[in-house]
C-alpha cells in the first residue's frame, strides 16, 4: 500500500463517482460522504474497476475530527497524495436581500469551512507527498455573480481565496492548489435518461474525472492552477 498513491475523495454525488471512475485503477481511494451508503457505493465501484477503496462517514466541518481521521489514515496508510473536494451544495434567492443572508449562512459550512478543516489537516501531508494535489471544484458564477446565486458565488469565491492561499503555501515543495471551474454537472446516465436535452455548457462528469486525474499525473504545475473546463469544451468544439 505505501507504493500505490492515496486520493481522498470528500463527496460521493455525481462529481465524485466521475473522480472514482478516472483514478479507480491506479490509487487506493478514500471516499467520504454524509451517508454511508453513498460512500460505500463510490468505494465499491472503485473495487469494480480494478482498484482499491474504503469508503466512511465524517463530519468535515468539524477540524479535531478531519485531523483525527488524517492521522488514522496516515498512521495505516503511510501517505496522502491528493485530496479531492466536491462538497457543498446550492442556493438560489431572488436577488440580494434577506433570504440571501439566511442562505450564505446556511451554505458556508459545507461549502468553505469544509475547505478551511480539509486543507489545514491534509496541508502537510500534500506538501511532503510525491506529488501532492487539493483540488476543489468550482463554479464559473464565481467572477460572473447573479444576483439570484449571491450567497453560493460569494461563499465559491471565499472558498476560491482559500485554496489560492494554500497554493502559495505550497510553493517550492512539488504540491499544488487546484482549482476546477464547471457551470454544472451531468452524467452518462442522466444524458441518457433525457437525449433530447443538450445540457450545453454542463461538463460530463468523464470529462471532470479525467481533468483531475491528469491534474494528478502532471508534474511541475504551478503552485496555483486554474483549470476552467467551459474553456476546455469550447476548445475541443463540443
Known amino acids: 500500500m505505501n507504493n500505490t498513491p492515496v486520493v481522498v475523495v470528500l463527496g460521493a454525488g455525481i462529481g465524485g463517482v466521475g473522480v472514482v471512475r478516472a483514478v479507480a485503477a491506479d490509487s487506493h481511494l478514500v471516499v467520504v460522504d454524509r451517508t454511508e451508503a453513498a460512500a460505500e457505493a463510490a468505494a465499491a465501484l472503485a473495487v469494480e474497476l480494478g482498484g482499491t477503496s474504503e469508503g466512511t462517514v465524517l463530519d468535515l466541518t468539524d477540524l479535531a475530527a478531519v485531523e483525527a481521521w488524517r492521522d488514522e489514515l496516515l498512521g495505516r496508510l503511510g501517505r496522502v497524495d491528493a485530496v479531492v473536494h466536491l462538497v457543498g451544495g446550492w442556493q438560489g434567492s431572488e436577488g440580494v436581500d434577506e433570504t440571501a443572508i439566511a442562505q450564505w449562512n ?74 476546477v471551474a464547471v457551470t454544472a454537472l451531468v452524467d452518462p446516465a ?26 494528478f499525473a502532471t508534474a511541475g504545475i504551478a503552485p496555483v492552477t486554474y483549470l476552467d473546463l467551459t474553456m476546455e469544451a469550447e476548445r475541443d468544439g463540443d
Open 106 to 179: 446556511t451554505l458556508l459550512p459545507g461549502i468553505v469551512t469544509t475547505v478551511q478543516t480539509t486543507s489545514v489537516a491534509f496541508g502537510a501531508a500534500l506538501r511532503a507527498a510525491p506529488r501532492g494535489r487539493y483540488v476543489m471544484v468550482t463554479s464559473t458564477s464565481v467572477p460572473h455573480p447573479k444576483k439570484g446565486n449571491a450567497a453560493y458565488a460569494s461563499a465559491k469565491a471565499a472558498a476560491e481565496t482559500w485554496v489560492k492561499a494554500l497554493g502559495d503555501s505550497f510553493e517550492g515543495s512539488g504540491a499544488a492548489a487546484c482549482i
Open 190 to 215: 442522466v444524458r441518457a435518461a433525457h437525449p433530447e436535452r443538450a445540457y450545453t455548457g454542463f461538463t460530463d462528469t468523464t470529462d471532470l474525472g479525467e481533468a483531475i486525474a491528469g491534474l
